[in-house]
């Protein structure tokens, strides 16, 4: 019963190039969330998609970055053009139903062990 | 605004010793509570879930404490190990919300 798998766990890009970030949620899940985890600081909220949609991406921001979590295959966090900024640790957690605040979820929202992209 | 505040930011203490980890919070209305423990590296791990009803959880040697009253919750980690060595997260979710907020984490170093 693997967990939340993300690959690679490490990415060196040169500026200016492409990063892609991969998510396969848990078998089951349906959602799949997007955060990023700068050093010394909190995870922060970027996007929010079910399968073939984007429900939230008020997190991300406007250029560079997209997301898409396609019916096959994992959800992909792709960074156009990288900067050095964008240097941190991406997480991606997963959850089987639509987690309003009134769901416990006993069950899903699990993240994965992270992306960790450095920029140089 | 919904905000998670975390106290201290970071803590050393010996091993076997106790610890006890704050969190307050704005967030409104209240739905859940939850507490993270990321190792170095590693994507956070759930410790424990409460709910408005529901004011202490255990799992294990820790102990998650919620008072919904003042918005306060304690995260209480008895004997600690050098494996408790960890940031530990509190993770609030808003009623009607899906994207809970974050507080910045407690740096926890326990050292032999």
């Known amino acids: 019963n693997a967990g939340v798998m993300q690959n690679p766990r490490h990415l060196v890009r040169r500026r200016g190039q492409e990063a892609r970030l991969r998510c396969s949620p848990m078998k089951g899940h349906s959602h799949v969330y997007w955060y990023r985890q700068l050093p010394e600081e909190g995870l922060k909220f970027m996007v929010y998609?079910?399968?073939?949609?984007?429900?939230?991406e008020s997190g991300m921001p406007k250029e560079r970055f997209s997301a898409e979590f396609p019916k096959e295959g994992p959800s992909i966090l792709r960074i156009q053009q990288v900067v050095r900024g964008d240097s941190a640790a991406y997480f991606c957690?997963?959850?089987?139903?639509?987690?309003?605040?009134?769901?416990?979820?006993?069950?899903?929202?699990?993240f994965g062990s992270g992306t960790r992209l450095t920029v140089v | 605004k919904n905000q998670v505040e975390q106290s201290p930011q970071s803590l050393i203490i010996l091993e076997g010793k106790n610890c006890t980890l704050q969190c307050n919070y704005t967030v409104s209305p209240f739905s859940n509570l939850r507490w993270y423990k990321q190792d170095t590296g590693r994507g956070p791990v759930s410790l424990t879930i409460?709910?408005?009803?529901?004011n202490t959880k255990s799992n294990g040697r820790y102990t998650a404490t919620l008072d919904a009253d003042t918005k306060q919750s304690s995260l209480h980690i008895t004997a600690s190990q050098l494996s408790d060595s960890a940031s530990y997260i509190c993770?609030?979710?808003?009623?009607?919300?899906?994207?809970?907020?974050f507080g910045r984490g407690t740096s926890l170093i326990v050292h032999p």
């Open positions: 957690a997963s959850s089987s139903l639509l987690l309003t605040g009134e769901e416990v979820d006993n069950y899903g929202y699990t």
């Open positions: 409460m709910t408005f009803s529901e």
């Open positions: 993770v609030v979710s808003a009623g009607g919300s899906y994207i809970p907020t």
């Open positions: 998609l079910q399968k073939e949609n984007i429900i939230d």
